[in-house]
């Protein structure tokens, strides 16, 4: 961005400034700080008189923007150096080139002068049927064969690929060449692309020979399908393309010959006679087999951009929530990594996530001895480490672990609490993982997660790839630099958001604050370790390789618990230390007090403070800040229960009405966890009593819901469920492919739900296990 020239940028940013809705002097200034290497969370924060306090997603519009007007200009200069050195560029054809505001409408202008590999035309062209062709479109009153005869070289010609046999090849070639020359009219390919965007259908039929392939009936409902290209919904786009990449369908997006030969007709056949009719088989054949191909080339391209667009957003906007999600906080907790046959992996952490112990309890399957010595044990560590919360994982025996853990009887300030443990599998055996854990196996480490997800969903979360998280939709088909470019703005922007402690963050959740990367989290990681902790934000001035302009990004975002100075617990930047100092002094008190003393920030006016350097959104945000600092944007942590005794998918009855957690959220609806190890789908029909178009506008991920079970499918483990008042129980499904779970990441089996072994009938084995262990 730093390389485009200055007149260069100067248009990019009216043209953005056009689309967007900006004022010019935003988005100058924007592109400014970007240029200089500011990043998003900072400007949005910390730079709000210089933008016209302009949002992440503004910023991040403008960065891209950007960056997509350089790659055109670079185009813009190739092709230029490309008809220069073939002597083709000449003042008009520059006017058009430099005036091109899309890729599209480039590409078009220089389709006629690209250069060609070896076509019909090509070949026509070197058998010197050109002036044939010229005949045919300017003197269509003559007669073609009489014209065409002069051409005719079979028996004078001596190298084979010039001869012209006869009158018929020699008007095949020249029709050859006014075909592709309608092919790269760049008037009529940009009317008939709107042709194709208007009115295009996307078909989808069943390879052949494939429809009795059981693979393959996951596909079954687009065997025979078709709707409009410009509203097929996204996840739609990409089931029918992932068949087709996997050999099941055939995708085509289909316009009427006749509509676009129609289209053509009128500039390219001006007469009615023989040379006419030659004109237009002419036409036909370049509409049909070259202009209509690569339209629907361009359509596809463009279908997969639209519905990838769409996936990346759903994808990004569930990892936010998911990310966001409400902390436990700083307690000690017992994490249990649920299991029938192997035992459930029970590990203890302190209130900062260090492991202190780690067990392996028998407590869903087994003897009645095995099971009470368990519950022993169990209640012992409760006891022992003063446990006050229990992180259940929500894997296979979730739901018989949390009823032995309730068996118990526990006091109720002990919280016992049902956490999705996706991805967790997939941190246990990362590198990651074997650094913080050399000495553990994968059990362990993934009880940890789970245990630690509970305390702080973000902090841990960040360790793992969000693909492997479970909150995508057809994350595997979507373009994936794209995808990395949005889920890492995403992790990004809710780390940011929410401010990282400084001594006690992992390296892993360090890297994504403002200004730094893996190598500036791992010094600072080194340092602290070497220097038992920082005492202040300015000591970060210490770590090798921080510099001012990384110190200025990050300082802000980093908080520091008990520090020398009371502003580095807050959000308040350093560099405004010395203004809120000065409130301080005019209120008549130390800047501690301005934190604690409501009286004492009544008395400050904020209009003293702006100057040219400082103005009122920046003041609001510290008296903000000075009122609760280093607050935490997540909402506060609630306790969910799902309903008793409903365990299993054959638990499930329709019309029965449970507390849900939306787990995943889709154009076409929303998987919702009721409990019973199978999440259910609410269709985008169900989701409320009014019409929704896109589910995102109802609910999110990690919201608490309470939905009616619509139907059950034992078979295919399919679960409908609705969130109407009044459901009329006909559920509707996503069509095969396009309704499923497939892309939400490596998942946990939850489908295992054998029933309990042991542990039946009277339960007051588990009173005299909980007396037992206080005896211990």
């Known amino acids: 961005m730093s390389d485009v020239p200055t007149e260069a940028a100067a248009q990019h940013i009216a043209t953005i400034a056009k689309e967007t809705g900006i004022s010019v002097t935003s988005v100058a200034s924007t592109a400014k700080l970007l240029a200089e290497g500011a990043t998003v969370p900072f400007i949005s924060r910390y730079r709000k008189e210089a933008t016209g306090s302009l949002d992440e997603v503004q910023i991040q519009a403008v960065r891209d923007r950007m960056v997509q007007l350089a790659e055109l200009d670079s185009r813009r200069v190739s092709i230029i150096k490309s008809l220069e050195e073939r002597n083709l560029l000449s003042p008009e054809l520059k006017k058009k080139i430099d005036a091109a505001g899309t890729m599209t409408s480039l590409e078009d202008i220089f389709a006629p002068f690209r250069p060609k590999r070896q076509t019909r035309a090509t070949k026509a062209k070197d058998k010197g049927l050109e002036p044939l062709a010229e005949w045919l479109l300017a003197n269509q009153g003559g007669d073609p064969a009489e014209e065409a005869a002069k051409f005719v070289n079979a028996e004078t010609e001596t190298d084979a690929e010039k001869k012209v046999a006869d009158v018929n090849e020699a008007l095949a070639g020249a029709r050859d060449i006014i075909a592709e020359r309608v092919t790269d009219d760049t008037a009529l390919r940009g009317r008939v692309r709107k042709i194709y965007e208007e009115e295009a259908t996307v078909v989808s039929k069943v390879m052949y020979g494939k429809d009795t392939d059981a693979e393959a009936a996951k596909y079954r409902d687009y065997f025979e399908w078709s709707e409009p290209f410009k509203s097929i919904p996204s996840h739609r786009m990409l089931a029918i393309r992932r068949g087709e990449k996997e050999s099941f369908l055939i995708m085509r997006i289909e316009v009427p010959l006749e509509r676009v030969v129609r289209l053509a007709e009128p500039e390219w056949v001006t007469g009615r006679g023989t040379?006419?009719?030659?004109?237009?088989?002419?036409?036909?054949?370049?509409?049909?087999?070259?202009?209509?191909?690569?339209?629907?080339?361009?359509?596809?391209?463009?279908?997969?951009?639209?519905?990838?667009?769409?996936?990346?957003?759903?994808?990004?906007?569930?990892?936010?929530?998911?990310?966001?999600?409400?902390?436990?906080?700083?307690?000690?907790?017992?994490?249990?990594?649920?299991?029938?046959?192997?035992?459930?992996?029970?590990?203890?952490?302190?209130?900062?996530?260090?492991?202190?112990?780690?067990?392996?309890?028998?407590?869903?399957a087994g003897s009645n001895n095995q099971m009470y010595e368990a519950a022993v044990e169990l209640a012992g560590m409760i006891t022992k480490y003063k446990i006050e919360a229990v992180a259940i994982g929500n894997g296979t025996a979730s739901r018989e672990t949390e009823a032995f853990v309730k068996k118990l009887k526990l006091p109720s300030s002990i919280q016992v609490i049902m956490v999705n443990e996706s991805g967790a599998s997939i941190y246990s055996a990362s590198e990651v993982a074997r650094e913080e854990f050399p000495n553990e196996d994968v059990t362990v480490r993934g009880a940890v997660s789970i245990g630690r997800r509970l305390m702080d969903p973000l902090a841990e979360l960040v360790k793992i790839d969000p693909k492997a998280i479970g909150v995508g939709q057809y994350q595997h088909d979507v373009d994936q630099r794209a995808l990395k470019t949005s889920l890492d703005d995403t992790v990004i922007s809710a780390v940011n958001a929410v401010g990282v402690e400084l001594n006690t963050a992992s390296k892993q959740?360090?890297?994504?604050?403002?200004?730094?990367?893996?190598?500036?989290?791992?010094?600072?990681?080194?340092?602290?370790?070497?220097?038992?902790?920082?005492?202040?934000?300015?000591?970060?001035?210490?770590?090798?390789?921080?510099?001012?302009?990384?110190?200025?990004?990050?300082?802000?975002?980093?908080?520091?618990?008990?520090?020398?100075?009371?502003?580095?617990?807050?959000?308040?930047?350093?560099?405004?230390?010395?203004?809120?100092?000065?409130?301080?002094?005019?209120?008549?008190?130390?800047?501690?007090?301005?934190?604690?003393?409501?009286?004492?920030?009544?008395?400050?006016?904020?209009?003293?403070?702006?100057?040219?350097?400082?103005?009122?959104?920046?003041?609001?945000?510290?008296?903000?800040?000075?009122?609760?600092?280093?607050?935490?944007?997540?909402?506060?942590?609630?306790?969910?229960?799902?309903?008793?005794?409903?365990?299993?998918?054959?638990?499930?009855?329709?019309?029965?009405?449970?507390?849900?957690i939306v787990t995943n959220?889709?154009?076409?609806?929303?998987?919702?966890?009721?409990?019973?190890?199978?999440?259910?789908?609410?269709?985008?029909?169900?989701?409320?009593?009014?019409?929704?178009?896109?589910?995102?506008?109802?609910?999110?991920?990690?919201?608490?819901?309470?939905?009616?079970?619509?139907?059950?499918?034992?078979?295919?483990?399919?679960?409908?469920?609705?969130?109407?008042?009044?459901?009329?129980?006909?559920?509707?499904?996503?069509?095969?492919?396009?309704?499923?779970?497939?892309?939400?990441?490596?998942?946990?089996?939850?489908?295992?739900?054998?029933?309990?072994?042991?542990?039946?009938?009277?339960?007051?084995?588990?009173?005299?296990?909980?007396?037992?262990?206080?005896?211990?």
């Open 275 to 364: 040379a006419g009719e030659q004109v237009r088989q002419a036409v036909e054949d370049g509409c049909k087999r070259l202009l209509m191909p690569s339209m629907e080339t361009e359509m596809r391209l463009a279908g997969k951009k639209s519905a990838d667009e769409t996936a990346i957003k759903v994808f990004a906007e569930n990892l936010r929530e998911l990310l966001l999600a409400s902390p436990l906080g700083r307690k000690r907790t017992l994490a249990i990594d649920p299991g029938f046959r192997t035992g459930c992996k029970t590990v203890v952490l302190d209130a900062q996530g260090a492991l202190l112990h780690h067990t392996v309890l028998h407590a869903t």
């Open 509 to 660: 959740l360090l890297a994504y604050v403002s200004g730094l990367n893996s190598s500036l989290a791992e010094n600072i990681v080194a340092f602290r370790t070497e220097n038992g902790g920082f005492s202040s934000r300015d000591e970060l001035k210490k770590v090798p390789r921080l510099g001012d302009k990384a110190f200025e990004q990050a300082a802000g975002f980093l908080r520091i618990r008990d520090s020398k100075h009371p502003l580095d617990s807050s959000s308040v930047h350093p560099e405004r230390y010395p203004l809120v100092e000065r409130m301080a002094a005019d209120a008549g008190c130390e800047v501690a007090e301005l934190l604690t003393n409501e009286a004492a920030r009544k008395k400050i006016d904020l209009k003293k403070y702006v100057d040219g350097d400082v103005g009122l959104p920046t003041l609001q945000d510290i008296l903000a800040e000075l009122a609760k600092p280093g607050r935490d944007p997540r909402k506060q942590f609630e306790v969910f229960s799902f309903a008793e005794g409903v365990e299993k998918p054959s638990d499930l009855k329709a019309g029965m009405k449970l507390p849900g």
């Open 665 to 776: 959220v889709a154009a076409f609806g929303a998987f919702v966890d009721v409990g019973v190890h199978q999440d259910g789908l609410v269709h985008v029909s169900q989701l409320a009593d009014h019409f929704v178009r896109d589910a995102s506008e109802v609910v999110k991920v990690g919201q608490r819901v309470n939905v009616t079970v619509m139907e059950v499918d034992l078979p295919r483990n399919r679960i409908s469920l609705s969130m109407k008042s009044k459901p009329d129980m006909e559920p509707r499904r996503a069509p095969s492919g396009g309704g499923d779970n497939r892309d939400r990441g490596p998942r946990p089996e939850r489908r295992d739900s054998r029933p309990q072994q042991g542990g039946g009938g009277n339960n007051d084995w588990f009173s005299q296990a909980m007396n037992q262990a206080k005896k211990k």
